[in-house]
């Protein structure tokens, strides 16, 4: 990048002419070096001493009045922000870290307590990665998950993983499969998986395939 500052415009269009007549005279001479000679030949000279400046990195800023600078406190009084710099005299407020937090309301009981709480969280929930079967039939058509041939082991949550549909560090519990996507369904697969729903079930069984759930502990899982 770089720029080229042109104190007289006649000198400008000497230069474009000179570059005009090297590509003319060049074997990727084309209609737009004609189109260029005949631009140049019927442009006016400006007046001289008018500056031309090539837009370049090192020359690129905000318009004029685009950005404007903060007023900056404590700096005097004639500044309009000076002595108190806007803060007023003592009190909370005036202090090096002070004020209050938005949710304070002066001493009152605020909006968060007067409220009752609903709903609880169970400590002793286990949920489930969700997979659809829609997702594992996109999955056998990328051929990123291989289907179980006859005396094959059947398919598992390593499987799973290794074909990207989730990740191991998500799976605390195990993998629940779900029935979305079943009318896309048409391998017919073997999979033995955490928990399955009923339309998952259904799913696999009509596509000809079969479906076990077995129960991994988290020692299990994290093997």
Known sequence: SFAVVFDDTTMLAASLKRAVRLHATSP???????????????????????????????????NP????????????IGSSKGKTS??????????AGGGVRPTFEGGQTPLFKRLPKRGFTNNHAEPMVPINVGKLQDYIDMGRLPVPKEGDDPLTMV????????????????????????????????????????SAIDAIEAAGGEITTVHYNRLALRA
């Open 159 to 198: 499987d799973l993983v290794n074909a990207g549909i989730t990740k191991a560090s998500t799976i605390k519990h195990g993998v629940k499969l779900l029935g979305d996507g079943a009318d896309r369904l048409r391998s017919p697969i073997r999979i033995e998986i955490s928990r399955a729903s009923t």
């Open 28 to 62: 990727l001479n084309g209609s737009w070096t004609t189109t260029l000679a005949r631009v140049l030949s019927s442009a006016q000279p400006a007046s001289k001493g008018d500056a031309v400046t090539f837009l370049s990195l090192n020359n690129l800023a905000d």
């Open 86 to 95: 806007g803060r007023g005299h003592k009190g909370q407020n005036s202090r």
């Open 65 to 76: 009045g685009a950005v404007k600078t903060g007023r900056r406190v404590g700096r005097g």
